[in-house]
């Protein structure tokens, strides 16, 4: 089965600098997605991505957050100055439609860790 | 607006026995509902999808849960438990694509094989 995949599977990082975390999304798929765990919580819905631009991003994805698509392949997610909230496991997932129904396949998860 | 509540943090079952998570749902509309699993190291997995076709739901693995609209149940069941089902559950609503095909996840049953 195609995957979806991201680097690194761990960072760290010191509170204030910039991290950019990378998936590659399965190849025919036009929906991209970035949810995040903190430990002990739900997984949490940061945004969703199509046709090159945000379709929805909650309130966890404020200014401090940006995503990309930078060449056909990858997906990209910036936090720019970071926190030590910002500590959390990263998911990025990728669909072939936005319907609401169907399948999202998950990376394994880029574990980030603000010192 | 939509949530997902499981009623079991932590489920422990040994090898061969019937395994039961729980889970109930809200939401303003017709749902699209979901289970996934997550391995250690993994990404999540989709174990079954329900899509307002049959309420029974198969899913890989020997899985299946039932939509009961009446009770806004999605419960996950197996009838033998198998040591490779030690993992993480989360039950999990789609929102509508004009929502940007948003998730909202339960908090996660973790699942213990007893051998």
């Known amino acids: 089965e195609p995957e979806v995949t991201q680097t690194p599977s761990h960072q760290v990082t010191q509170m204030g600098q910039e991290v950019i975390l990378r998936c590659v999304p399965i190849?025919?798929?036009?929906?991209f997605y970035w949810y995040r765990q903190i430990l002990g919580q739900k997984v949490e819905f940061l945004v969703s991505?199509?046709?090159?631009?945000?379709?929805?991003k909650s309130e966890i994805f404020d200014d401090q957050f940006s995503v990309e698509r930078p060449d056909g392949s990858n997906f990209t997610l910036k936090i720019r100055s970071t926190k030590l909230e910002d500590s959390a496991m990263y998911f990025c997932?990728?669909?072939?439609?936005?319907?609401?129904?169907?399948?999202?396949?998950f990376g394994s998860g880029t574990q980030l860790s603000v010192l | 607006a939509q949530s997902v509540t499981q009623l079991d943090s932590h489920v422990s079952v040994s090898e061969g026995t019937p395994v039961l998570l729980r889970c109930n749902y809200s939401?303003?509309?017709?749902?699209?509902l979901f289970w996934y699993v997550q391995h250690p190291n993994k990404g999540l997995q989709l174990l079954l999808k329900?899509?307002?076709?049959?309420?029974l739901v198969k899913g890989i693995n020997g899985f299946e849960a039932e939509f009961k609209k009446s009770e806004t149940s999605f419960h996950l069941t197996k009838p033998s438990a198998h040591m490779s089902d030690a993992a993480e559950y989360f039950c999990?609503?789609?929102?509508?694509?004009?929502?940007?095909?948003?998730?909202?996840f339960g908090g996660g049953t973790r699942v213990l094989v007893k051998p």
């Open positions: 999990v609503v789609s929102g509508l694509k004009a929502a940007g095909n948003k998730l909202t």
């Open positions: 190849s025919n798929h036009l929906y």
């Open positions: 991505f199509y046709n090159n631009e945000i379709s929805e």
């Open positions: 329900y899509t307002s076709a049959a309420t």
């Open positions: 939401s303003s509309y017709s749902p699209s």
């Open positions: 997932a990728s669909s072939e439609e936005g319907q609401g129904y169907e399948k999202l396949f």
